[in-house]
C-alpha cells in the first residue's frame, strides 16, 4: 500500500476530532491509500469503491490488520446519491476523485460539524504527461469550493502536489 496523502496528514488532527460524530467515509476509495491511515489513527472506516479489484486488496489489508473498515461495492456515478444513510458522517474523504453530481450528497452525509477532505485534479493537469485529460475528471479554477456553497472553508488550495508525481490539484477542507 502506498503512503497516504500529504494533504490527508496535514490534517490528521483534525480528522481524528471527528471521531465522536461518527465514522469517515472514504469515497472511491481504491485500495485504501487513505482509508487504510485513518482507520490506523483509531477511526472507522466506511471504503466504498466500484473496482471489486480493488476492494479485494484493501479487504486484505483490513484482514490482516484487523482495522475498522467496513468496506461497500457501489458504482457512485450509475445510482443518485450515496449508498449511505444522510449525516451519518464525521469525515468525508474524496482523493483523485470527481462527479459534480455528488456534491449535494457528500455534503448531506457529513454530520453537523463533520469535516470533509477533498483533493482532485484541475484543468492544469492536461499539460503533465499522465493523469485524466478530460474536462469530466478536471475542475476549473476554484471550482471545488463552488461545489460545495453549503460548507465553511477552512482551507482551499490550487497547485502542483509532488505526492506521488507533480499533479495539478485542488484541495478543500471544510466543515458542515
Known sequence: MSTPSSFLLAHENAIRETRKLGPCLDLACGRGRQALAVARWGLRVVGIDQRT???????????????PIELIRADLEGAPGLPVAEGRFGCVLVFRYLHRPLAQAITNALRPGGLLLYETFTDHQRDRSQGPRSARFLLSPNELQE???GLSVEHYWEGDSEDREPYAVAQLAARR
Do not use: M, N
Not at 55 to 60: C, E, H, I, P, V
Open 53 to 67: 479489484e480493488a476492494l479485494l486488496d484493501l479487504a486484505d489489508a483490513v484482514a490482516s490488520e484487523q482495522l
Open 147 to 149: 461545489l460545495f456553497p
